[in-house]
């Protein structure tokens, strides 16, 4: 069974405290791992495709990269504008398979 | 104007009533999805479906119902509605195409349902 599994919960950061959010995850064979970003009330907005190991996007202070088993989401100087739910998703492999979204990491970001 | 639509974005009904929620698009894809999510839980995958005559259930279909009336609408019917339906719903459309590009979905603003 495919699994994704997001940590911390929650976070909380300073403005201009750099940090990492987690996201870890089990599947047979990894066609390609997603990150979104929520805000409050808000569809998910999509934020980079990441498809094999040691890859790395990056978009304003979001970095993504890729391991076999897990990805990172480093976020550089963080704004409160930055504060929002992120979400991680896998798609495996086959075509039949759909994406395994995890719960997501709720950061928020004080002036 | 938003490449993806729901209609409508808040809804409060009744246990036992049927209820539609409908999801429009712009952006020329053939795959949409029906997806609820609860807090805690992420978002769950209801139905989805690659083209107007193929549709497929999700990890979590019991109790609900869909239509792909056309390439660009998909709508999703609780055919009687029960308290724990209550969640956010959430349509999302992809591309059709290959490399990995296809997996990439896009979320309309989502409905809000509370089942009483």
């Known amino acids: 069974e495919d699994q994704v599994t997001q940590s911390p919960e929650a976070l909380r950061l300073q403005e201009g405290e750099s940090s990492s959010l987690n996201c870890s995850y089990t599947?047979?064979?990894?066609?390609?791992l997603f990150w979104y970003r929520q805000d409050p009330g808000k569809g998910p907005e999509f934020l980079f495709t990441?498809?094999?190991a040691g890859e790395e996007k990056e978009k304003e202070r979001l970095k993504a990269t890729l391991t076999k088993k897990e990805s990172f989401l480093h976020i550089t100087a963080p704004k409160p504008e930055d504060s929002a739910t992120y979400l991680c998703?896998?798609?495996?492999?086959?075509?039949?398979?759909?994406?395994?979204f995890g719960s997501g990491t709720q950061l928020t970001v004080l002036p | 104007d938003a490449d993806v639509t729901q209609t409508p974005r808040n809804r409060i009904t009744k246990t036992g009533k049927r209820i539609m929620l409908e999801c429009s698009q712009t952006?020329?894809?053939?795959?949409m999805y029906w997806y609820r999510q609860d807090p805690g839980l992420g978002l769950r995958l209801i139905y989805y479906?690659?083209?107007?005559?193929?549709?497929n259930k999700g990890e979590i279909s019991d109790g609900y119902s869909v239509s792909r009336q056309a390439q660009a609408k998909f709508s999703l019917s609780l055919e009687s509605a029960i308290p724990n339906q209550t969640a956010l719903y959430f349509c999302?459309?992809?591309?059709?195409?290959?490399?990995?590009?296809?997996?990439?979905?896009?979320f309309g603003p989502g409905t809000r349902l509370t089942v009483l």
């Open positions: 999302a459309t992809s591309d059709s195409g290959a490399g990995g590009l296809g997996d990439t979905q896009y």
């Open positions: 599947v047979s064979g990894l066609r390609g």
């Open positions: 990441l498809y094999s």
């Open positions: 998703a896998v798609a495996p492999s086959g075509s039949a398979r759909q994406l395994t």
């Open positions: 952006k020329g894809h053939d795959r």
């Open positions: 479906s690659f083209d107007v005559k193929d549709i």
